[in-house]
């Protein structure tokens, strides 16, 4: 029995590690040629794996677009970390917005971000990933503008679900736009979404 059960872990470890390396050489191409300029003949190659080797993981490209759903999920705990881990709320927004930005800023993120949501607008099953991760990390923020509210600390007369969605675009707005200019944000352009973000909040 227990030289099975090691063969069935062997096994599904070798099945994940294929996966992921799939996935990974996925938004390789993805990033470097677009998502309809890569096949998946041009996956397979890229991943040193034959055609049928990776359908047996993932059946189109649609279902790697939706896996990769999955491995944004885990990459953006790491912000929600980051506003459950201070007390002070507007500090929490500050550090979230901050970390954020450095992370949506870097080229492949913000290719894959473009090229993702360009599908998601056409395909709502793919969509349907992307949206519940934006949802999760919204309603965090939510909850630390909610706080901030009992603490007298921001306008009681804001819409938390709304300003929380608000923030998000905010950041990811000047991400890709540094992005899409081949520099990174400024010193006056970072310290000026703060600015935004307080006097929004503030009362």
């Not at 050489?25 to 890229?46: M, P, W, Y």
């Amino acid at each position: 029995m227990k030289k099975i059960l090691n063969k069935n872990l062997s096994r599904d470890e070798s099945t994940r590690k294929r996966r992921k390396l799939i996935l990974e050489t996925a938004i390789e191409c993805f990033v470097l040629k677009g998502f309809h300029q890569t096949s998946i003949r041009d996956i397979a190659n890229s991943a040193s794996i034959s055609l049928g080797g990776l359908y047996n993981h993932f059946d189109s490209k649609d279902a790697l677009i939706s896996e990769i759903a999955v491995l944004e999920a885990v990459e953006l705990e790491k912000f929600e970390m980051i506003l459950a881990k201070y007390n002070d709320p507007l500090v929490a927004i500050e550090k979230f917005s901050s970390e954020y930005l450095h992370y949506i800023q870097q080229q492949p993120n913000a290719t894959l971000t473009v090229e993702i949501t360009a599908e998601a607008i056409r395909n709502p099953i793919i969509a349907e990933g992307f949206i519940a991760n934006r949802k999760k990390m919204s309603e965090s923020i939510s909850s630390v503008l909610s706080k901030g509210i009992e603490l007298k600390q921001f306008d009681p007369k804001m819409n938390t679900k709304e300003v929380a969605e608000l923030i998000i675009d905010l950041v990811e707005g000047l991400g890709l736009r540094s992005a899409f200019l081949g520099k990174k944000t400024s010193k006056v352009s970072r310290a000026s979404l703060q600015y935004m973000i307080k006097k929004c909040l503030s009362i």
